[in-house]
């Protein structure tokens, strides 16, 4: 897992805006895992004043959600594709037909994850993912308990995030839908390159655990480790409990730039 402890939120923005923006000069067709929550925002929008300044295009890329909450009617302003379609779509040149997203008001909510498990195979796979991770430990919706070899499946949310997601729907958990539609484990863990974002004191257990913690589905994040291409983008709050955080910070200045990420 290669670490590395920002100056600021917007530094963090800027290096995983750079990470796409590299991957899609080489590869401008190429496949986005997106995130929703507060931790990728300041990445939406940095990718759209490159796009606005005409220094990037995301036309010809495709992109998929990491999740949707189930039964939430498709008007509601906090499906996930909606918020996607505010946070990112509005924002860059991307056609919003190549961005999927889960169903969650299917009728059949096991046979659209498994036909979304399809067409993202279909679509070559994720090329990068840009993650989040809850207060829990969990990754996606994929909560403490989950099955490290999950695939894209219905879950049931902890109480824990419905409370962390309250502050979307008027600070009253229970008004959080009970359930969920979300990327399993395993299928998260076979895009090519992750860029995981944390900020904020709140996060710094869930961040310890996931870096220096026991591989365990107790976090669900640790599962990380197994992958050969993580990158983690930390503030120094979400970094403070991090026993080896002096290590990772001169790992990184210690690159080239061609190198990081
Ligand atoms: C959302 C998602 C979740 C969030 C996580 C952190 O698509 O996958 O795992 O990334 O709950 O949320 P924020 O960024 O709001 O703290």
């Known amino acids: 897992m290669e670490v590395v402890i920002c100056e600021s939120q917007q530094r963090a923005a800027e290096l995983a805006a750079d990470a796409i923006a ?26 759209g004043e490159r796009v606005s300044a005409g220094k990037l295009s995301l036309s010809e890329a495709r ?6 909450y189930v039964g939430l ?25 190549r961005v999927s997203g889960l169903d969650g008001t299917a009728s059949d ?21 840009i993650l989040g991770i809850g207060t829990d430990g969990h990754i996606a919706f994929n909560e ?19 409370k962390d997601n309250a502050r979307f729907f008027g600070g009253d958990p229970a008004a959080v839908p009970q359930h969920c539609l979300t990327q399993g484990i395993a299928t998260i863990l076979e895009a090519r390159h992750l860029v995981l974002l944390a900020f904020g ?14 591989i365990s589905t107790s976090c669900p994040a640790s ?12 503030d120094e709050d979400a970094a403070a409990l991090l026993a080896r955080r002096g290590q990772y910070r001169e790992t990184f200045a210690a690159k080239p730039e061609w190198q990081r990420l």
């Open 22 to 47: 590299d991957l899609v000069a080489t590869s401008p067709g190429a496949v986005l895992g997106l995130a929703t929550g507060s931790s990728p925002v300041l990445v939406y929008d940095e990718l």
């Open 63 to 68: 992109a998929f959600l990491l999740d949707e």
């Open 73 to 97: 009617p498709a008007s509601h302003p906090e499906t996930y594709r909606n918020v996607i379609a505010r946070d990112f779509v509005a924002k860059v040149d991307i056609e919003p037909a």
């Open 109 to 129: 909510l096991p046979r659209a994850c498994a036909d979304y498990e399809r067409s993202m195979a279909s679509a070559g796979g994720v090329d990068l993912q």
């Open 144 to 162: 403490p308990g989950s099955s490290l070899g999950s695939r894209t499946r219905i879950k049931t949310l902890t109480d824990q995030t419905r």
């Open 201 to 214: 004191s709140g996060k710094a257990e869930a961040v310890r655990e996931m870096v220096e913690g026991p």
């Open 223 to 234: 599962a990380l480790q197994l992958h050969p291409h993580v990158s983690v983008l930390v």
